[in-house]
């Protein structure tokens, strides 16, 4: 089981960036997709989820109104849309999977390596 997140990087106050989220060796098109970040010396927020089918979305609201979530139903990948960027979203993203739709994404049943996300002030 390999969920392998990727496409953060630095950017300024205000920026864009989009994470992907590619999940392999197990059924992750049937799975509810997650992001969580963890920042240095914080506890790991859940942001945002999506069910199997992309019927049900769920968004933190430290998040709200920033970043979309999607993915693409039927397939093993999920995206980040994350705007306007703050620099508390410094952080580290990872990606998660459960087999049920639930707002607790730190403890989804599957989670993979993070990547970094700097937002510069």
């Known amino acids: 089981v390999q969920l392998q997140a990727s496409g953060g990087g630095v950017v300024p106050a205000g920026g864009s960036l989009t994470l992907s989220c590619v999940g392999s060796?197990?059924?992750?098109?049937?799975?509810?997709l997650g992001w969580f970040r963890q920042a240095p010396g914080k506890e790991r927020e859940g942001l945002s989820a999506?069910?199997?089918?992309?019927?049900?979305?769920y968004y933190a609201d430290s998040v709200k109104g920033r970043f979309t979530i999607s993915r693409d139903i039927g397939k093993h990948r999920a995206y980040l849309q994350m705007n306007n960027l703050k620099p508390e979203d410094t952080a580290v993203y990872y990606c998660?999977?459960?087999?049920?739709?639930?707002?607790?994404?730190?403890?989804?049943?599957?989670r993979g390596q993070g990547t970094q996300v700097t937002v510069s002030s």
């Open positions: 998660a999977a459960d087999g049920r739709f639930s707002e607790s994404i730190v403890g989804y049943d599957y």
């Open positions: 999506i069910s199997a089918s992309g019927k049900h979305i």
């Open positions: 060796g197990f059924r992750s098109d049937y799975y509810t």
